[in-house]
């Protein structure tokens, strides 16, 4: 199968190409820069455009004749600011929105016959604590800063529905690139003590390793199913037990519990929302109709595969072989 990769050079889309490869599929990644060397890997070749220029995308996709298209259309900062959410994500929205609506033009001008989509797994209400399936409604009234996400996510599934497609709801990535990777953003705060407990907050995580999320996308190829499915791990756990375990595993000083009035003057509030209000979700729907499980059923399990002494180690030795 020919299949397109729409932001095959993000986080998700650089453990995705690769695997559709290896599956045999011939994979033509898109990025909005010239990413040439990228992949190595056989049965790959990369393509430049922007989403936001509809002639430039036709021209791609009608070259590209793919039989599939996956959508991962994002620009998601590195170091996300809560404060600045809306801002921040202002690119990512319309990706998601409009880059959405060319891509699906372009796809189904070209006979385009199946269409998988990235969302989010942690938009859903927060006023149910049971882990949220793919019935529950996403956040109905939003921090404002989460708003406009929020308002992207639910046009994004409209239109890849309305094309016959899936989207896959992928809870919090972690993983190679993300955040929650040795150097990122999220990590580095738990080591410094800035990322605290939130007196009261009850919010639960419903996690995903990213290379968990990529063979879940590969496996949806192979399946006809549409609509929605969370991609998400076996065990939707509080912020009140991985944030603790994370710390440990650094090294770091445990987190400090802080009053929702200080956290909301510290990260604004989407920050408190994120740290005290969200959902977990329930993966049995992704299991069942793509016959697919989480290689790290938990976050602990892979945060403890990915931060742990073993990957520590690991990791040196790569730096002075280098050197």
């Known amino acids: 199968m020919r299949v ?8 998700l889309g650089r453990q995705l190409v690769p695997r559709l490869a290896a599956s045999g599929h011939h994979v033509i990644g898109m990025a909005r820069r010239p990413r040439a060397s990228l992949f190595t890997t056989p049965n790959v070749e990369m393509v430049t455009a922007d989403a936001l ?48 609506r060319n ?37 109905q009234r939003p921090p404002r800063q989460f708003a406009p996400v929020v308002e992207a996510l639910v046009e994004l599934e409209r239109q890849t529905r309305d094309a016959g497609g899936l989207v896959l709801r992928m809870g919090h990535l972690y993983g190679r690139g993300t955040i929650y990777a040795p150097d990122g953003f999220f990590v580095q705060q738990v ?32 399946h006809d199913v549409v609509g929605v499915l969370n991609v998400v791990d076996d065990a939707p756990t509080p912020i009140t037990d991985w944030l603790p375990a994370l710390a440990a595993l650094l090294g770091a000083r445990q987190p400090r519990y802080l009053p929702k009035a200080v ?41 403890e595969h990915d931060l742990g002494p073993h990957s520590l180690a690991t990791s040196g030795a790569r730096a002075r072989q280098a050197t």
């Not at 003590?193 to 496996?219: K, N, Q, T, W, Y």
């Not at 990260?267 to 793509?290: I, K, Q, T, Y």
Request: hydrophobic fraction near 50%; aromatic fraction near 8%; charged fraction near 15%.
């Open 103 to 139: 891509l699906l033009a372009a796809a189904t001008a070209s006979g385009v016959q199946r269409v998988l989509a990235e969302g989010l797994a942690y938009a859903y209400d927060p006023d149910c604590s049971e882990p949220a399936d793919e019935e529950q409604p996403l956040w």
């Open 263 to 303: 956290v909301r003057l510290a990260v604004g509030g989407w920050g408190l929302a994120f740290l005290s209000r969200l959902r977990g979700a329930n993966n049995a729907r992704a299991r069942e109709s793509l016959n697919w499980l989480p290689q790290y059923s938990s976050s602990r399990q892979g945060f």
């Open 53 to 100: 220029n509809r002639a430039a995308l036709t021209t791609v996709v009608q070259m590209a004749a793919p039989d599939a298209v996956v959508n991962l259309l994002t620009a998601i900062p590195a170091r996300p600011n809560p404060r600045r959410l809306a801002k921040q994500f202002w690119l990512t929205n319309r990706l998601r929105t409009e880059g959405t």
């Open 191 to 222: 080591r410094s003590g800035a990322v605290p407990l939130v007196r009261g907050g009850s919010a639960v995580f419903s996690f995903i390793h990213v290379e968990d999320a990529a063979a879940a996308m590969v496996a949806a190829l192979e």
């Open 4 to 11: 397109l990769v729409a932001g095959a050079s993000g986080v």
